[in-house]
């Protein structure tokens, strides 16, 4: 019996989610893939947006702005800039040339954003990118979370 309740307590703890290191701030931006973001239609694509890029009495951009990335599956994803390993307003990760991966210039982590848009790390940091949701389609597109 002893045997199987610490079996029981294993797979429970292994079962929890690790806290997300940036928390809820509120999202909500409108693309128009048409114009001003068209950069988006290729794949792969990315473009980061902050608080200067949007119009601020409508649109928000979380904690430290948010990317936007149009993987290789064809999928429209996007994530908080703030690299999650490091939870600083001003440490913000940067797509690669490839828009493949987001770089994270202090700690150095590389995050997957351009092949299935996971936000994976490779690197030191053990969090995934927080991820917001991307509603609508080609050419209008939701970002909110």
């Known amino acids: ?3 199987h309740l610490i079996f029981l307590f294993l797979l429970c703890a292994s079962c929890i989610k690790m806290e997300d290191p940036i928390g809820n701030y509120p999202v909500y931006l409108t693309l128009d893939l048409t114009f001003e973001d068209k950069a988006l239609r290729s794949v792969p694509s990315s473009k980061a947006y902050t608080s200067k890029d949007i ?6 951009v979380g904690f430290g702005g948010v990317l936007v990335a149009h993987a290789i599956n064809g999928n429209f994803c996007a ?5 999650p390993n490091e939870v600083n307003r001003n440490i913000l990760i940067k797509a690669d040339a490839d828009h493949l ?3 994270c210039p202090q700690c150095g982590t590389k995050y997957e954003i351009g092949v299935e ?5 490779n690197g030191v940091s053990k969090y995934y990118l927080k991820r917001y949701t991307v509603t609508g389609s080609d050419p209008r597109l939701t970002v909110t979370n």
């Not at 994530?79 to 690299?83: G, I, K, T, V, Y």
């Not at 848009?117 to 790390?121: N, Q, V």
Request: charged fraction near 25%; charge should be positive.
């Open 101 to 103: 991966n987001a770089v």
């Open 117 to 121: 848009g996971t936000g994976a790390p």
């Open 79 to 83: 994530f908080d800039l703030a690299c």
């Open 55 to 60: 119009n601020a009495n409508t649109e928000r």
């Open 1 to 3: 019996m002893r045997r």
